[in-house]
C-alpha cells in the first residue's frame, strides 16, 4: 500500500518546480491532486501529463474566493480534501534599499497573505482529525540571507504563522508544518545565480557546493512534504523541517 | 493527532540495508528495530542488556543482536567490528541508548552528572567514531542520532540529560559537515515527551519535585504542550526518513516531533 492511498491534495504553485514535484510524487504515492496556478494554462498542461489523478484550476493566492474556488474544486472532483499543501511563492532578489514599496508588498501578499488564505481555505474542508497542512517556507525564514531581505522575512512569517496555526488548530487534530529547504536546482534559482554571483563576487554554484554539498532537487523537497502529509507523522505538528544539505549545521 | 502504534507495513524503504541501533532492548530503540526490519533492514540489535537485545532480535526476520555498554570504546568498536564481518558492512547507525533520572543541579552527585553524560554523550561520540568509518567504507549511509526537544529548552531536574543531548546536537552538526563529502549524512531526531518506560518511570518523581498540581501533574502538563505523548513508534517513523534515501538532502538538522510543544512560547 503506497502512504498517500485514497488521500486528496491541493497544491498551489502545482504547475512547476517544487509544485509540481510534489504533485507528482504524490500521485505516485497513490493520492489524488488538484493544481492550483495562477499560470492556468501550466497547471492544465502538467495535470494532462500527471493523468487521470490529476486536475488543474486557475488560482492566484492572494484571492480569498479563488482559494475557496480551488479546495472546491478539489472536494468536487475528488469527494473531499485531506492535504492542503501552500506552496506558491514568489522571489526577489537584490539589496533591501533597492526594492521598492510595491514589491515588498507584493512578496508578502504572495508569500505570507497566500498561506494564511490557504489555510483558511483548507481548514473548512479538511477532515478533522486527519486533515493536514504543509506549507513551504525556505531556509531564508531561519536565517538572514543578503539580496534576500523581504524574501527572507517574508518565509520567516510563513514558519511564525504555522506554528500559530498548529497550536491552535491541534485540539481538532489537524496537523500543520512548514519545510525549509536551502538552493534547490529550480526555474527559481536559475534566475538568481547570476545576480548572487554579481553581488557576491563568488560563482554561485560554488557557493552552494561549499555551504550546501551541492543543491536540492525538488524530488527531495517532495519527499519531505510527503513524510509530512502522511500518517508516518502523526506526532510533528508546528515544525519547520529543514533540508539543506549541511548548510545550516555549518558556521563557515 | 490520532497515536500511531505498531509496527507499520513497510514500503521497502531499507531494504538490504545493514543498520546498527544501539540501546534496542526496549522503548524507541526497539520501536526503531522492528520498523527497519518491516523496511526491509538488516537489523543488529544493541543493548547493554544481552537478554533484552536477543528477545527483539528474535522477532524481527534477519536481526541478530549484540550486546554494547556505548561507554566502552572497546566494545563500540566490537559492536561495529562484528556487524560488518556478520553482513558484509555498515549503512545506517543509530546511537540511541540512553539514560536520565531526575535530580536538581544543586544536589547533583559527580558520579550522577558523569553516569548519565557517558552514556548519553560520549555514547554518541563512540558511536560516530567507530561507525561512520565502517559507513564510509561500505559507500556511504546515514547516522540517526536519536536526541530530545530537551537539546533545545529545559525542563528542570534533568541539566545532566539536557547537556548531553544539546552535546549531541552539536556533534550532529560536526559530523554532518565533516562526513558530507563521504556520503554519510548525519541528522538528529527530537522527540518531546513519549509514553516510554523512561518517562513513565521519573512521573512520580517530577510530580513529587516540581509544582505541577495546578496544571493536572504530569499528564496535564503533557496534555497543555504537546496535546499528548508521543509513541514510540512515531518516533521510529522520523527514524525510518532521516535513515532512507528520501532524507538525501537532509544533513545536520534537528527533526523535531513533539506534537507542536516547541512551536508555542506559551
Not at chain 2, 217 to 243: H, N, P, S, W
Request: charged residues 20%; glycine residues 12%; hydrophobic residues 45%.
Amino acid at each position: 500500500m503506497a502512504e498517500l492511498d485514497g488521500k486528496r491534495a491541493v497544491v498551489t504553485g502545482g504547475a512547476q518546480g517544487l509544485g509540481l514535484a510534489i504533485a507528482k510524487l504524490f500521485i505516485e504515492r497513490g493520492a489524488r491532486v488538484l493544481i492550483a496556478d495562477i499560470d492556468e494554462a501550466g497547471a492544465k498542461q502538467a495535470a494532462d501529463e500527471l493523468g487521470d489523478s490529476a486536475r488543474a484550476v486557475r488560482c492566484d493566492v492572494t484571492q480569498a474566493h479563488e482559494l475557496d474556488a480551488a479546495v472546491q474544486a478539489c472536494v468536487s472532483a475528488f469527494g473531499g480534501l485531506d492535504i492542503m499543501v501552500n506552496n506558491a511563492g514568489i522571489e526577489i532578489v537584490k539589496p533591501l534599499f533597492e526594492h521598492t514599496e510595491e514589491e515588498f508588498d507584493r512578496i508578502y501578499e504572495i508569500n505570507v497573505k497566500g498561506v494564511f488564505l490557504g489555510m483558511k481555505a483548507a481548514f473548512a474542508a479538511l477532515p478533522q482529525p486527519g486533515g493536514v497542512i504543509v506549507n513551504m517556507a525556505s531556509l531564508a525564514g531561519l536565517g538572514g540571507v543578503p539580496l534576500f531581505g523581504a524574501y527572507s522575512a517574508s518565509k520567516a512569517a510563513v514558519v511564525q504563522i504555522t506554528r500559530a496555526a498548529a497550536i491552535e488548530m491541534r485540539p481538532t487534530g489537524v496537523r500543520i508544518n512548514a519545510v525549509c529547504p536551502a538552493f534547490v536546482n529550480t526555474a527559481m534559482v536559475d534566475r538568481l545565480k547570476p545576480i548572487v554571483t554579481e553581488m557576491v563576487g563568488v560563482a554561485f554554484d560554488d557557493l552552494a557546493a561549499m555551504k550546501q554539498g551541492r543543491l536540492g532537487t525538488p524530488e527531495e523537497v517532495a519527499e519531505m512534504v510527503a513524510f509530512l502529509a502522511s500518517d508516518d507523522s502523526s506526532f510533528c505538528t508546528g515544525g519547520a523541517y529543514v533540508l539543506d544539505g549541511g548548510l545550516q549545521a555549518g558556521m563557515l | 493527532m490520532a497515536r500511531v502504534e505498531g509496527v507499520p507495513q513497510g514500503t521497502g524503504q531499507l531494504e538490504g540495508k545493514v543498520a546498527i541501533i544501539t540501546g534496542a532492548g526496549k522503548g524507541i530503540g526497539k520501536a526503531i528495530a522492528e520498523a527497519y526490519g518491516a523496511e526491509g533492514a538488516i537489523v543488529v540489535v544493541s543493548d547493554i542488556d544481552e537478554g533484552a537485545a536477543k528477545e527483539v532480535a528474535s522477532g524481527i526476520p534477519g536481526a541478530t543482536s549484540i550486546a554494547c555498554d556505548v561507554r566502552s570504546p572497546e566494545q563500540v568498536q566490537a559492536l561495529v567490528d562484528q556487524t560488518v564481518s556478520q553482513h558484509g558492512g555498515l549503512h545506517i547507525m543509530v546511537p540511541n541508548a540512553g539514560i536520565g533520572r531526575p535530580v536538581p543541579l544543586v544536589t547533583m552527585d559527580y558520579d550522577e552528572w558523569r553516569a548519565v553524560t557517558s552514556v548519553n554523550l560520549d555514547g554518541v561520540f563512540l558511536c560516530i567514531r567507530y561507525g561512520a568509518p565502517a559507513i564510509i567504507a561500505s559507500g556511504g549511509g546515514a547516522i540517526v542520532n536519536i536526541c530530545s526537544t530537551t537539546a533545545q529548552a529545559a525542563v528542570p531536574l534533568i541539566g545532566h540529560y539536557q547537556a548531553a543531548k544539546a552535546g549531541v546536537m552539536s556533534l550532529t552538526q560536526t559530523a554532518a559537515v565533516e562526513l558530507r563529502a563521504h556520503g554519510v549524512r548525519v541528522n538528529a531526531v527530537l522527540p518531546g515527551f513519549c509514553d516510554t518506560d523512561m518517562v513513565t518511570n521519573v512521573k512520580a518523581d517530577f510530580e513529587a519535585m516540581l509544582p505541577l498540581e495546578a496544571m493536572g501533574g504530569m499528564d496535564g502538563v503533557i496534555a497543555m504542550k504537546q496535546g499528548r505523548y508521543g509513541t514510540a513508534q512515531e518516533v521510529a517513523r522520523m527514524a525510518v526518513f532521516l535513515a532512507s534515501e528520501r532524507s538525501s538532502f537532509c544533513n545536520g538538522s534537528p527533526f523535531v516531533l513533539d506534537g507542536g510543544c516547541r512551536a508555542s512560547l506559551l
